[in-house]
Every structure is written in structure tokens, then in C-alpha cells.
């Protein structure tokens, strides 16, 4: 006899022995059809019912044994408020086929009184199936991100959703604690938002506009007219209140688009100039699926992360080139950014910022001093000296400072270079005067620049891997302002002196390093960025797939710390 029917058996004799008197309301015993099939899942070999893959497999054993293998969904309210949920998680870019959609609400339709117990029992298997996939999806997203990001081993949702359905079938709350369990930040719910208002543009003929000419403000061009019912249908061109007139001519790019297309171009990360160029003519014939699927892989990726990401953080939008930092909940600053190459991918990872150096020194990277600077030391050498850079022999207290022109530099290679390459502080080194330290496995920080002018390129994927900030004094001083012994006083004179000082934080702050190519900003606009390290790709491919073998749910262990994680650098 399997520990199924011994659960079983001990759940009946407990009811009997505790069996209420004849006027009260007698409690129901374990359901025969429903302990075999559980028991039949002990196997895990694969296992449907009604034509459908039963996939929380583990959790369904968990939550029927806690249950006493009694049916859960006998009230037909709660079926309907959970076919319901799962026809509304399209909303969350999921596919409710994933969850069983049209079985769930066509059983809502043919519901009988005279099913049999066996029938009665795969359907409960199916609508708790449902529940909890749902739930783990919303809860942590469907991806698993070490798929997209080799290394990530970043902080999850973690909850017995065996425990959370009992709790919710106990107080009414289906589609209220499915709720519960999206990302709380404002950020998803405003792309659910954007993702509702291009979901009725689906279907409608969206074919591309030829290339031509850029079209500047006064010309006439015959590619007008659709370009501007484009973008009435995506909202940056107010739709009228009543039908236009024939006074406009369509095809003139009239003072009206002179607003109009700038405010595009912006929200497309694109040099808001006004002309309507190859660029901005892409952007346009940019398909309302394809702009849908960017929400989609974004809302995935805020499934990712912690449910709360604290009163005070720093999050930088790796696609987005921009960084915020929140204090009390609320925006203190925001700044531009500069990332990684996409040869040198900027990682996907949260951690927390410990501690700042001002005046900082820069070692030079082994791979940056052999693939980058050793050519250009055998090229020209007076590079070191003219950048102010340091070579020693050894590491540590024990190194020793080398002259350069006692170096044989081409005769060294990847195997034979026994150097390091320090650069001193000043105007000239490549972190700036400042760096935010929050020590990894990747070598990844914020630090200042001395290559300001950067900043002012709308595409800012230029450095090694590390974030360069626009703004450096200001975050630096925004972070500081715990501490009494720091004001800008103190720092400007530090600056002056060029000696590296170490500033630890009063309380170190959570930094998330993330990847969104859709977002919607302080002005409630989409905005959409091109996914410039190919990671879209990959993550939609896999969240479109259909869901298969069995699934891993939430492991019911409270998460207490960010950790580092990393993704494909």
C-alpha cells in the first residue's frame, strides 16, 4: 500500500473519530479517485487528464495530501473566478495555454451535476494544475533566467503556493491572490497598461512603408499620409475629436508634426531632430506585435526580480542607457549611462554598493592591457607616459614599479605578460574621479568618465563592461548624505588633492543592473529601445515554447538577501 492510501486511511479515521454530532456540518473524506491519481503520480513518470499535461506535479502531490485528498474546486464560483484569471494572464504577456485556458473555461460552460467521481477528480487536477503554474509564473516568471543569462544566480521569489492555494480557496481570493503574486513596482503595472492600449492594433494592416528620401519639415511626400495614421493609431498624434477637414493636405509635413515627430524619435531612443529619416521610418514601421513582444520580454524580466525592491536602491536599465536612484520610495536622481560593448556585455546582477573611492586608481583589466593597450604601447611608446600610466612586476605589497623603456613590448602575448597596468589618479583616468563599489565576481562598478562628450550620443555602448555615470558627484553625494563626516565641501577638496580616499556608505544600498527594451516613463509614454545585446530574442523564444515536462515551483524557503548574479558577459 502506497503512503497515499496510509495518509488517506488516517485522514478517514481522524474524521470518524472526531466526527461532529448529527446537527452539525460533516466533513467530507478523502476522495478515492483522487488519492489514486496522486498515487499514480508517485511514479513521476508524465501524466494527463482530459488531454492535458498535469506539469506542478510535485505541488499537486503536496497540496492534495495537505488537503486530505478531497476535491477543492467543487464551487462553481471558484472555477469561473480562475478561468477568468487565466483568460486575463495574456495580459502579463503569458499564454493561458500554458495553463490549460480553453479547457478551463469550456468546463465552466459544460458543467454537470451528474459527472462521475473519476471525471470529478480530473477536473479538480486540472484547475489546481492551472492555479499553480499561474501562480509560479507571476510569482518568478516562466524563463528560467540562467537559461538567457549563463551565470544568474540573482534573488527569487520563494512560497510554498501549495500552502497559498489552500489559503486562497479558504478566503474566496482567487483572483486576488493571483494578483498579489505579480511585481508590485508601478514599472509593471504601467507596461500592462501600454501593452492593453496596442493589443486592439493587432490584425490591422500594418504594412511596411517604402524607403525614400528623408522627409524634413515643410516637404511634401506621398508616404505622409500613413505615416501620420500610424502614429494617430499609437497615440503620439491625437486622435481628432471630430473628422479632419480637407484644409490639411496629408501629404505636407505641416507645423502640426513639428511636435509631433521629435517626441517619436525620443521615445525610440533616436536623435529627436525631426526628420524623418531611415531610422525613424524603421521605428514607424515597427509592427505593433514586435513592440508587443518587447513588453512582453520586459514584463518577464520585472517577474524576475525581488517582489519589493526596497525604499532606497539604485536600478540601472542596461538597453535603456539610464540609471535612477529612489530614496524613500521616491526619485532622488536620474542619469545617463554608458554600458558595455556588445562584445563586452554590461551583466545582468543585483547587489548592494558598500563603498566609493574618490581619486581612485584604475588596474588595467588583463584582457583590456592585452588587447587593447599592448598594441597600442607597441605603436606609439609614449602612450604610458602620456596616459599616466604605471607598470609594475608582481601583485601585491610585493610589487615592484618597472620603467617601461626596460620592457621588450612586443615581445609579450596573452601567455607572457607578466605586468600590471596601473593609472594614477587625475584628468586623465578612465574611471573619472570617482568609483561606486559593490565587489562581485565580474568586475563590474559605476564609475565617472572623463569622456563627458559620450553622453551626448543617444546609442551608449562603449565601454568594457562597467557603467559609466553622467552624474557622478551628484549620486556620490545623494548616497553620502547619511553620513555628517561627507558634504560637496569635503569632496571638492578631496578632488583637489588627487589622493584615492575611501567613503564606506552609512548603510549599503541595492543596486539592480537590469535589461528592459520597453518601459513606460514619468510621462506615461512607452518607450521602446533597440535590444542591443540580441537578449529579446532569446528570451521570447523560450517564453513563447510551450510549457513541458514538469515544472519546478517556488521552493517554500524565505529569500532574505539580494545575492550577485551575473548575465552573459
Avoid at 266 to 282: F, N, Q, V
Avoid at 317 to 343: C, M, T, W
Wanted: aromatic content about 8%; overall charge negative.
Amino acid at each position: 500500500m502506497s503512503k497515499y492510501r496510509h495518509t488517506a486511511l488516517a485522514i478517514l479515521a481522524t474524521m470518524i473519530i472526531l466526527m461532529p454530532p448529527a446537527h452539525s456540518v460533516t466533513a467530507a473524506g478523502p476522495s478515492e479517485p483522487l488519492v489514486q491519481r496522486i498515487e499514480a503520480l508517485e511514479g513521476g513518470q508524465p501524466m494527463q487528464v482530459l488531454g492535458e499535461p498535469l506539469l506542478a506535479r510535485e505541488a499537486l502531490r503536496r497540496f492534495y495530501e495537505n488537503h486530505g485528498f478531497q476535491p477543492a474546486w467543487s464551487s462553481p464560483g471558484h472555477r469561473r473566478e480562475l478561468a477568468e484569471a487565466i483568460r486575463q494572464i495574456a495580459n502579463d504577456g503569458l499564454n493561458p495555454a500554458d495553463y490549460h485556458g480553453e479547457l478551463l473555461s469550456d468546463l465552466v460552460l459544460r458543467a454537470r451535476d451528474d459527472l462521475s467521481g473519476e471525471m470529478r477528480a480530473d477536473i479538480d487536477l486540472l484547475f489546481t494544475d492551472a492555479f499553480l503554474l499561474a501562480a509560479s509564473h507571476l510569482l518568478e516568471g516562466k524563463v528560467n533566467p540562467q537559461t538567457i543569462h549563463a551565470e544568474w544566480n540573482a534573488s527569487r521569489q520563494h512560497q510554498d503556493l501549495a500552502v497559498t492555494l489552500a489559503e486562497t480557496l479558504r478566503n474566496d481570493t482567487i483572483a486576488a491572490t493571483l494578483d498579489s503574486l505579480r511585481p508590485t513596482h508601478p514599472a509593471y503595472a504601467k507596461l500592462k497598461e501600454a501593452r492593453n492600449r496596442l493589443t486592439p492594433l493587432l490584425g490591422h494592416p500594418w504594412l511596411p512603408i517604402a524607403d525614400g528620401p528623408s522627409i524634413h519639415p515643410g516637404d511634401q511626400d506621398p508616404r505622409l499620409p500613413e505615416i501620420r495614421r500610424r502614429l494617430t493609431a499609437l497615440g503620439d498624434i491625437p486622435a481628432p475629436a471630430e473628422p479632419e477637414t480637407a484644409a490639411t493636405d496629408p501629404t505636407l509635413y505641416s507645423k502640426d508634426l513639428d511636435p509631433v515627430i521629435p517626441n517619436f524619435q525620443a521615445r525610440h531612443g533616436l536623435e529627436p531632430d525631426g526628420t524623418i529619416g531611415r531610422k525613424t521610418l524603421a521605428a514607424v514601421n515597427l509592427m505593433p506585435v514586435e513592440r508587443i513582444r518587447q513588453i512582453d520580454a520586459s514584463l518577464e524580466r520585472w517577474r524576475w526580480l525581488p517582489q519589493s525592491l526596497g525604499d532606497d536602491y539604485v536600478i540601472v536599465n542596461i538597453a535603456g542607457f539610464g540609471l535612477q536612484l529612489v530614496l524613500d520610495g521616491r526619485e532622488a536622481l536620474r542619469s545617463r549611462v554608458i554600458v558595455g560593448r556588445p562584445y563586452r556585455q554590461t551583466p545582468v546582477f543585483s547587489d548592494r554598493i558598500r563603498y566609493l573611492v574618490f581619486n581612485p586608481t584604475w588596474t588595467v583589466p588583463r584582457k583590456l592591457m592585452i588587447e587593447d593597450l599592448l598594441p597600442e604601447i607597441i605603436r606609439d611608446p609614449a602612450y604610458l607616459d602620456r596616459q599616466d600610466i604605471s607598470v609594475y612586476q608582481g601583485w601585491g605589497a610585493d610589487r615592484q614599479k618597472i620603467d617601461p623603456a626596460a620592457i621588450d613590448w612586443p615581445s609579450l602575448s596573452r601567455d607572457n605578460f607578466p605586468y600590471q597596468l596601473v593609472q594614477q589618479p587625475g584628468p586623465l583616468n578612465a574611471l573619472g574621479q570617482v568609483k561606486f563599489m559593490f565587489p562581485n565576481p565580474y568586475a563590474v562598478y559605476l564609475h565617472d568618465t572623463p569622456g563627458q562628450y559620450l553622453f551626448g550620443r543617444q546609442e551608449r555602448s562603449f565601454s568594457s563592461g562597467c557603467i559609466r555615470v553622467e552624474k557622478p558627484m551628484e549620486l556620490a553625494e545623494q548616497l553620502l548624505a547619511g553620513a555628517p563626516e561627507w558634504n560637496r565641501r569635503i569632496i571638492d577638496r578631496l578632488l583637489e588633492e588627487k589622493t584615492p580616499v575611501t567613503a564606506i556608505l552609512p548603510e549599503p544600498i541595492a543596486i539592480y543592473i537590469q535589461y528592459w527594451t520597453a518601459w513606460v516613463d514619468e510621462a506615461q509614454r512607452i518607450q521602446f529601445r533597440d535590444d542591443i545585446y540580441n537578449r529579446d530574442f532569446r528570451l521570447l523564444a523560450q517564453l513563447r515554447q510551450a510549457v513541458s515536462g514538469e515544472h519546478q515551483l517556488p521552493t517554500p524557503v524565505v529569500a532574505t538577501d539580494l545575492t550577485p548574479a551575473t548575465g552573459d558577459q
